[in-house]
Every structure is written in C-alpha cells, then in structure tokens.
C-alpha cells in the first residue's frame, strides 16, 4: 500500500513562512512526478507546484517567487517552503504523487490534506 503523509501545515500570519513536507511510503518501483495542490472553501482544486524526477518545476502564477517545491529522492519525499505567504493562500493543501508501485501501473495518488491558515 503505498501512502503519502503530509505534515507541516498551521496557522500563519501574512507574511510569514510555512514548509510543508509529504513522504511517500510503501512499495514504490518509480516516482514520476510530485505535486502540491489545494482547495479553499467553494473553490476548485488547484495545482500550486510540481517537480518532476528529472527537477523540472512548475508553479501556479499566484505563488511563483514566494514558494519553492524540492526533494528528497533518498527519502521519498517532496517539501513545499512557502514565503511572504498571503491570506489568499489559505486552503487545504494536497500531496500528489505520479507514481508506480511495484507489480502495479502507474497512476496518481493523493495524501490527505493538510489546512494552512494565513490570518493575523
């Protein structure tokens, strides 16, 4: 069973920093991709950040020059340093893993969420 646990989230004021962490587990062959993505009360999900197995990254216009997706390859796991963080920015962030598990296809799968509050 491969799992992918986030940790990381709080409460922040504007302004300040967060570093989310999400460590895959389980029987894992390859890992293609990882991903943050969040949800804020009556909106879509949305993707904030990617990284792919070769370190190419993408980031959603709304965050770019104030967050920063890296990995570990060694440990499996994908952070998300978040700066200069803003009231909008509060949402319910998901880890998301293209990957393949042994004997299995490849395919996504999703941790459970962490809540991020920005609120003074």
């Known amino acids: 069973q491969v799992q992918l646990v986030e940790s990381g989230g709080g409460l922040v004021q504007p302004g300040g920093s967060l570093r989310l962490s999400c460590a895959a587990s389980g029987r894992i062959e390859s890992i293609y991709a990882m991903n943050w993505y969040r949800q804020a009360p009556g909106k879509q999900r949305e993707l904030v950040a990617g990284?792919?197995?070769?370190?190419?990254?993408t980031y959603a216009d709304s965050v770019k020059g104030r967050f920063t997706i890296s990995r570990d390859n060694a440990k499996n796991t994908v952070y998300l340093q978040m700066n200069s963080m803003k009231p909008e920015d509060t949402a319910v962030y998901y880890c998301?893993?293209?990957?393949?598990?042994?004997?299995?296809?490849?395919?996504?799968?999703w941790g459970q969420g962490t809540q991020v509050t920005v609120s003074a």
């Open positions: 998301n893993g293209d990957l393949k598990k042994l004997f299995m296809k490849r395919r996504d799968y």
């Open positions: 990284i792919t197995s070769g370190d190419s990254t």
